[in-house]
Every structure is written in C-alpha cells, then in structure tokens.
C-alpha cells in the first residue's frame, strides 16, 4: 500500500463540518442502540439476522468517521484539555458509577476497576488511546498497512484487557483509514450511482444475515478474543484471513 501524504500542519486547524458525516453519526449511533438491545435476544432467528448484520458495520463506520474528524488532531495544549474534558472525566465519571451500581445489586463488594472498562466505556477509553496517538499515524511512512498488520496480529497473543486494548488494537485500522481521509472522498459518495450500489450492498448483507446467521458465532464481531479461545476456535491462519 503506498504511502500518505502528511497533513499540512497547523496551529489552528478550522472547523468543518460535513452535514453527510452528521447525518451518517446520527444514524450510526441509532443502530448502536437497537444493536445493544438485540443483544439478549440473538437466540431468536429474527433479532440474530438484525444483529449480526448491525455489528458486521456499524462501529467500524463509527470509528472511521471518528478518525476523520480527529485528522488535525496535534496534541497542543488546548486538544489535550479538550481530551480531558470531552473523555478522560466522561470515562471516570460513567465507569465508576456502572461499577458501584452493578455492586449495589450483585452486592458483591469487588474493588473498583477503572482500568477495565464496561458496556461503552470501552469506547471513551479507545477515543482517548487513538487521539493521542494520532500525531505517530500521521508521521509513519505507511500508517494503513502498520495499523492492519498490528489488527490482525493482536488475536495471535494474549494482550491485557486494560482499557479495552483488544478491542482497541483490533479496531485500529478503520480510525487511521478515517484520519487519512479527505472532504472530496466523502462528497463522492453523494454520487447517485455510489448510493444505489451501496443500497444494493447493505439490502443483499441484510438478506444473508437474515437468513444465514443462525449458526454463525458472533463473537467474531465483538474484536476482543484470540482466535484460539472459544467460542472462536480459530487457527492463526483462519484468524488473520
């Protein structure tokens, strides 16, 4: 994969909105909810197909944009208070009031694990992991093939599950993809023809996963196991194929 070039560096990057990108978060996020909400129900065909067919896109859509609007990202005083502000006490503040809560009903009296995210703190912690490291995936000469390379290679090891670093790793290249990404490429694909064909794309993918996936495992889309644990059972050239 050839190289990128390096964004243009600046002090004081503009603000630019793209009211696709919004529209797209939006419905994005919606399908995060209906999503979490099947998750009780996948023994049942229907919501199994409706589940399997939201988790095979929606967060890597998610964080792809999440890249894109994290391109200009610098590390300058004012970005690091915006991170502390926007993420870190977010995560502090929703992490321990989930862990006291779920104390207060198992009443099992477990020491707080701020490290180990739950539910969607794995998602703030990943925001903060990948913004700070944004400024070495702008610097690497191929930063595309070096995040697929360390994606795949995580489900080869035992990696620690320290703020979600599995999933962290194993989600990493659509947010240096997004962060690569320019305006132009994403006003193609306002093109008539771009979205018929993706239409066609996600209505054929709805279809297969509605009628197929009763004995899929979908423990392949949560990106948080080796392929050798189970339910996976995976060799490392299944996993990394």
């Given amino acids: 994969m050839s190289a990128l070039q390096p ?20 419905w994005v996020m919606l399908l995060v909810v209906i999503g979490h909400s099947l998750t009780q129900f ?3 065909d229907s919501a199994r197909g409706v589940y399997v067919w939201i ?7 998610f964080i792809l944009i999440s890249g894109y609007t994290a391109r200009r990202y610098m590390g300058d005083a004012r970005q690091v ?15 321990t009031t989930l862990q006291l809560i779920m104390q207060h009903y198992t009443g099992e009296p477990d020491p707080l694990r701020i490290l180990s995210p739950q539910w969607l703190g794995w998602f703030m ?17 191929y930063p595309i093939t070096t995040s697929i390379a360390i994606s795949l290679l995580v489900g080869l090891i035992e990696v620690p599950n320290v703020l979600a670093l599995p999933k962290i790793l194993g989600f ?18 306002a093109d008539l023809r771009i979205r018929i064909a993706s239409a066609v794309v996600l209505g054929t993918a709805f279809l297969v996963c509605y009628f197929y996936s009763a004995g899929w495992t979908t423990d392949w889309l949560l990106w948080k196991q080796r392929y050798d644990e189970d339910p996976l059972g995976a060799t490392a050239l299944e996993g990394v194929t």
């Avoid at 988790?55 to 859509?61: A, E, G, L």
């Avoid at 990493?172 to 694909?189: C, I, Q, S, T, W």
């Fill in 42 to 44: 996948t023994d049942m």
């Fill in 81 to 95: 208070r915006r991170i502390v502000s926007t993420l870190v006490v977010p995560y502090l503040i929703v992490e």
């Fill in 55 to 61: 988790y095979t896109f929606h967060m890597p859509f």
């Fill in 125 to 141: 912690a990943a925001l903060f992991v990948w913004r700070l490291t944004t400024p070495i995936w702008r610097a690497l000469k």
């Fill in 172 to 189: 990493l290249p659509f947010y240096v993809v997004g962060m690569h990404m320019n305006r132009e490429l994403f006003d193609k694909l």
């Fill in 7 to 26: 964004l243009p560096v600046m002090t004081s990057p503009p603000k630019e909105r793209v009211a696709y990108l919004d529209n797209a978060r939006y």
